[in-house]
């Protein structure tokens, strides 16, 4: 069961928090952006990259000083974490 190992993973490395407040501040940045891109391709990665950099402070320009760092998880996967969810990864203990 790949996907609830994955969740368990970030549970473990993360903190979780509920955001169960009256705004979806997401919205707020992704309003009138299309949010499904199909079929996959660099139309769909160009579009991708413009919605994921209207949820930073970074224009998509700056791409190359948005902080990331590379999570390996368990089975030789990676997971790129960038921006502020970089500073809420723990760091790893012992092995995967």
Known sequence: MICG????????R??????????????????????WHAPSG???TEALSRAFFRLTDFPVED????PSATV???GG???LA????LS????????S
């Open 72 to 74: 390996v998880i368990k």
């Open 14 to 35: 993360l903190d979780v928090l509920s955001l169960d407040g009256p705004t979806d501040y997401r919205m707020q940045r992704l309003g009138g952006f299309q949010t």
């Open 88 to 95: 809420r990864v723990k760091p790893q203990t012992g092995s």
């Open 63 to 66: 791409r190359d000083r948005v």
């Open 42 to 44: 660099d139309a769909a």
């Open 82 to 85: 960038a921006g502020q969810a």
């Open 5 to 12: 190992s994955a969740i368990g993973l970030l549970r473990d």
């Open 77 to 79: 996967r990676e997971l």
